[in-house]
């Protein structure tokens, strides 16, 4: 009897460690990846001459218009290539995210702040999470990424990711993020764009399009969109500030 009863206090006290250890963790963890604070970014207005001249190379809507009008939009496929540096880019960036400011009005959104920067993008969101604990608010979340189009795909290189001040591997994200870009192809939208554009390449210090005005061109004919369309819509036809 005396000797299953020291058995069981062996048992008890392992059990009690473990449950020490384990609730040791947990706190580690929490105060891993909570913080008191959101991200705290200087507020950046968008580059007046990088922006100028982001709007000239992405504006093709005379471009098209023409094509459309004049119907030389031809037999082949003469593909067209955009390049963009590093500045013009975090214009486009900064002033997007400024006009989403003022629209919405909300100071405490959760996207903080996106750049590209080393042939890759920077994106930092803060989300804030209402349960009561001691380690803080928010959950800081810093991702850098290469995103692209080859060979008619998606694809997204996770470079890092960090949660607070907890890095994690990049493949616990890489399959996930596979399985997504793999449902954004078959879409109506993922389709049309990567019909349209045959490459997106970022490298250090500029991002560069290749696209096919012609397939651009029929889009915006089947879709009964105007002349910005998929392409010169979503990014040529922003208004972006203009150099004085």
Sequence with gaps: MKKLFKILLWLAAIFFVMFLILVGLLCWLFASILDKKPFDVPFRVPDMQASSSAMKKLNIADKINAMMLDGTVGTGDKMETIVLDEKEVNAILVY????????????????????????????????????????????NIRVVFVPGIQNRHFYVVPRSMTVGSLGLPESLVQGRISNELSMVEQTETGLAVLGIISELKLEKGRLTITYSPKKLVSYINENSMGAGGLLGGGLGGMSLPQEE
């Excluded at 993008?121 to 608010?137: A, E, H, R």
Aim: aromatic share 12%; charged share 25%; hydrophobic share 45%.
């Design 96 to 139: 997007g995210m400024t006009m989403d400011m003022a629209a919405k009005q909300d100071l405490d959104r959760d996207l903080k702040d996106i750049m590209f920067n080393d042939g890759a993008f920077t994106i930092m969101v803060s989300k804030k999470i209402w349960i009561s604990n001691p380690f803080g608010q928010y959950l």
